[in-house]
């Protein structure tokens, strides 16, 4: 976002440092409220006479804003007044030192233990106009526009991920022996390797061609949903049949593949859950009636 909305001294002043791994910044969307209907979020920045923001509100889920790197976190919060017709959005900047910005808890999640993910409160956090991050108003619309991209690295993880599971699980059904024969000579594990490999070739395809797209700088929206509904649903499905084929020694937590179960569970809820990608495609195939237009302007893609 820094990279598409930064002004020449915002980019100057952060990119460097995010490039050098100095520093890293956070996007915080997500709020108790607020989670798939990302338009439904109330954290507010009212404008101060002298051109300043004051932002209220709390946020939650937020990754990476807790680390001892982290600065330069990117707020989405309501510019427009309570009683305007239309709900304006915009994106602010806000250093990690600002006065009333405070970090709450880290959660403790079942998988994905090298990212902080926290609560986020904002208690009249006072930010210069300079801190603006793009128009004001067009904070939602740029913010899910650029997450295109994240949906096709979640495309990518999926596809990691399910390659992990058949490598593991082919070694395994190769080796470990049931009624006298390896396991790999039953037809039913054969089934379930055969639906990984070829799950993983077709996410893997559009994965490639989401990446393409978005190389040749075309409309990328309906394709990256598509390569993170793909990559997603198979690396979940495949890292439930590769625990199975490991029967009990996957249902121990020291299993690679149990591991891998659990990563597997976000790819299908982070950056829009399979649901949202599910209806942001539909809504490309003109599925949306204009009586539905909220749903329209403000489904979460991050
Ligand atoms: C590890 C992790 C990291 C995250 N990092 C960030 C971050 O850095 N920044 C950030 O802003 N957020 C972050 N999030 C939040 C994430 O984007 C949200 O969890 C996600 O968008 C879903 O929102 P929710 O959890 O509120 O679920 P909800 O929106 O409450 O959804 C609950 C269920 O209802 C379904 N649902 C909702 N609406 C519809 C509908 N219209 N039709 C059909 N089904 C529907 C959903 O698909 C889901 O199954 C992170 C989450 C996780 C787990």
């Not at 915080?28 to 051109?51: F, I, K």
């Not at 790197?69 to 602010?92: D, H, P, Y």
């Not at 403790?108 to 210069?128: C, I, Q, S, T, Y």
């Not at 639906?195 to 893997?204: I, N, Y």
Request: glycine share 10%; net charge positive; aromatic share 6%.
């Amino acid at each position: 976002m820094y990279v598409e909305l930064g002004s020449a001294e915002q980019k100057r002043e952060w990119l460097p440092r995010f490039a050098r791994g100095e520093i890293t910044p956070a996007f915080a969307l997500t709020e108790p409220g607020a989670g798939s209907d990302a338009g439904g979020l109330t954290t507010s920045a009212t404008r101060q006479e002298n051109g300043d923001w004051l932002i209220k509100g709390q946020k939650i889920l937020i990754s990476n804003a807790g680390t001892d790197i982290s600065n330069g976190l990117i707020v989405m919060a309501v510019t427009s007044s309570r009683e305007a017709k239309r709900k304006e959005i915009s994106c602010f900047i806000v250093r990690r030192d600002t006065p009333g910005y405070t970090l709450g808890q880290s959660f403790e999640k079942m998988a994905w233990h090298g990212m902080d993910n926290r609560e986020l409160v904002f208690d009249d956090v006072l930010v210069p106009d300079s801190a603006r991050l793009g128009p004001i108003g067009r904070g939602l619309s740029q913010a899910l526009a650029t997450l295109t991209m994240a949906r096709v690295g979640f495309a990518i993880l999926g596809v990691a991920l399910t390659r992990a599971c058949l490598e593991e699980s082919l070694s395994y059904a190769k080796t470990r022996k049931q009624f006298g024969r390896p396991i790999a000579d039953f037809q039913l594990i054969q089934a379930k390797l055969a639906d990984m490999a070829t799950g993983l070739e077709s996410a893997r395809g559009l994965a490639h061609k989401a990446i393409w797209t978005l190389e040749q700088k075309m409309d990328a929206n309906m394709i990256a949903s598509m390569a993170k509904l793909a990559g997603s649903r198979v690396a979940s499905r495949s890292a439930k049949d590769a625990l199975q084929i490991h029967g009990g020694l996957g249902f121990s937590t020291e299993a690679r593949v149990n591991r891998l179960f659990r990563e597997a569970q976000v790819l299908e809820i982070g950056d829009g859950t399979t649901e949202i990608q599910q209806l942001i495609i539909a809504r490309a195939l003109g599925c949306l009636s204009s009586t539905n237009l909220h749903a329209k302007d403000t489904m979460h893609a991050g």
